[in-house]
């Protein structure tokens, strides 16, 4: 299987302040993707991350909030911006390997205080 | 819009005995259909996927599915369970190869001894 590393693994923020979660995959993949999961609750696709070019953002999810990069086919940031406490959640990363399988990363577990 | 409803909420089986976790989709054409796992405190692992050809797919760590087009549901099944498999199991469905998944709520296992 594919492995995606995602940096940092755990963090606990103050609230106002941003974080960068980086996203590093083992080999090229086509489509790579954000999701967050809430405490107790499945997971919701923030946005598909392109290639040199913009992210695609869900309905209720912001560029503003939540930007995000892809420099190449196998590495992509979030930011999670102005925190507060309802952005406590896990952010995982994922990316769509040959053969159209998904894997997902271990997540990045944000606690906003 | 495509929808996967997983109907139980939670499930607990003794140690030994078989299991079968429901899992329905909506969408009109066929769906790519995917099983994770998430044990407590990590990232999703996958099970198991259908995209076509034979309906009865085998995943990791003994478990099984079986894509049923006339009930719309690829249920997950295990012959015998172990108490390691105690965790969050989610459904997931994407409407083309390779795009962002979709996700229905995750059935909690509980394994009894």
């Known amino acids: 299987s594919a492995v995606i590393s995602q940096k940092p693994s755990r963090d606990i923020c103050q609230r106002g302040t941003s974080l960068t979660i980086q996203c590093q995959v083992d080999?090229?993949?086509?489509?790579m993707f954000w999701y967050r999961q809430q405490p107790g609750q499945s997971l919701t696709l923030i946005a598909t991350?392109?290639?040199?070019?913009?992210?695609?953002?869900e309905s209720g999810f912001v560029i503003d909030k939540f930007p995000i990069s892809r420099p190449n086919l196998t590495f992509s940031t979030l930011t999670v911006s102005n925190m507060s406490p309802e952005d406590s959640s896990i952010y995982l990363c994922?990316?769509?390997?040959?053969?159209?399988?998904?894997?997902f990363g271990e997540g990045s577990w944000l606690t906003v205080v | 819009a495509q929808s996967v409803t997983q109907p139980d909420i939670h499930i607990t089986v003794s140690e030994g005995a078989s299991l079968e976790l429901r899992c329905n989709y909506s969408?009109?054409?066929?769906?790519?259909l995917f099983w994770y796992v998430q044990s407590p405190g990590q990232g999703l692992q996958l099970l198991l996927k259908?995209?076509?050809?034979?309906?009865l797919v085998q995943g990791i760590k003994g478990f099984e599915a079986e894509f049923k087009r006339s009930q719309s549901s690829f249920n997950l099944r295990k012959p015998s369970v172990h108490w390691s498999d105690a965790a969050e199991y989610f459904c997931?469905?994407?409407?083309?190869?390779?795009?962002?998944?979709?996700f229905g709520k995750g059935t909690t296992l509980s394994v009894s001894s």
């Open positions: 991350a392109n290639q040199g070019s913009e992210a695609t953002y």
């Open positions: 259908y995209f076509s050809g034979d309906t």
């Open positions: 994922s990316g769509s390997f040959s053969g159209n399988t998904i894997y």
């Open positions: 080999s090229q993949v086509t489509m």
């Open positions: 997931a469905v994407a409407n083309q190869a390779g795009t962002a998944l979709i």
């Open positions: 969408y009109g054409a066929t769906p790519y």
